[in-house]
T-cell receptor
Framework: EDQVTQSPEALRLQEGESSSLNCSYT??????LFWYRQDPGKGPEFLFTLYSAGEEKEKERLKATLTKKESFLHITAPKPEDSATYLCAVRRDRGGSNYKLTFGKGTLLTVNP | GAVVSQHPSRVICKSGTSVKIECRSL??????MFWYRQFPKQSLMLMAT?????????EQGVEKDKFLINHASLTLSTLTVTSAHPEDSSFYICSARDYRGGVTNTGELFFGEGSRLTVL
């Protein structure tokens, strides 16, 4: 069974204090690792998809990296508006058009001004 | 990214009643939509895959007679929680893939804003 573990569960940073969120995964036949941002009471907002080890993607202050066992979401010089829950999910190759994402529980990031 | 809209965003109902939640893809056609459920501080759990013009595919442990899914058009899927009970209270979120790029390996799954169901 696919497993996704995110750490830490919660992270408090001061504005400008860079850090990283971790997503460890176990999946047979990875067909994509996804990062989403979720604000309270809202649906997840797509950030990145990574497909193979060594791949990196960036968007503003966020950078996602992928290895064969984990992914990191690096946040450089965060701002209070970056406060949210960050979700990691994996997709396993189930063949055909079968499409299922397995999500982690998320990391609640709070950035204090 | 693509826009997925859900309605209502919040609903409160009495135990035993049925509640319908709509999910619309606003700027693209979605032959497949997905319904997720999220409990506080828990992962999103896939409930079912909604296929336009055919029966939904339910995940193990999800009662298909309780969670009725209809995907009557390429832009609309509905989830009906029948005979709702307090334990059905949760955050329900739909999602859809935008196939306009024509690449089936595209991983982007876009989510609606979610619907908070409270059953009294």
């Amino acid at each position: 069974e696919d497993q996704v573990t995110q750490s830490p569960e919660a992270l408090r940073l001061q504005e400008g204090e860079s850090s990283s969120l971790n997503c460890s995964y176990t999946v047979s036949g990875l067909r994509g690792l996804f990062w989403y941002r979720q604000d309270p009471g809202k649906g997840p907002e797509f950030l990145f998809t990574l497909y193979s080890a060594g791949e990196e993607k960036e968007k503003e202050r966020l950078k996602a990296t992928l290895t064969k066992k984990e992914s990191f979401l690096h946040i450089t010089a965060p701002k209070p508006e970056d406060s949210a829950t960050y979700l990691c999910a994996v997709r396993r190759d189930r063949g055909g058009s079968n499409y299922k994402l397995t999500f982690g529980k998320g990391t609640l990031l709070t950035v204090n001004p | 990214g693509a826009v997925v809209s859900q309605h209502p965003s919040r609903v409160i109902c009495k135990s035993g009643t049925s509640v319908k939640i709509e999910c619309r893809s606003l700027d693209f056609q979605a032959t497949t939509m997905f319904w997720y459920r999220q409990f506080p501080k828990q992962s999103l759990m896939l409930m079912a895959t909604s296929n336009e013009g055919s029966k939904a595919t339910y995940e193990q442990g999800v009662e298909k007679d309780k969670f009725l899914i209809n995907h009557a058009s390429l832009t609309l899927s509905t989830l009906t929680v029948t005979s709702a009970h307090p334990e059905d209270s949760s955050f329900y979120i739909c999602s859809a893939r935008d196939y306009r790029g024509g690449v089936t390996n595209t991983g982007e799954l876009f989510f609606g804003e979610g619907s908070r169901l409270t059953v009294l």
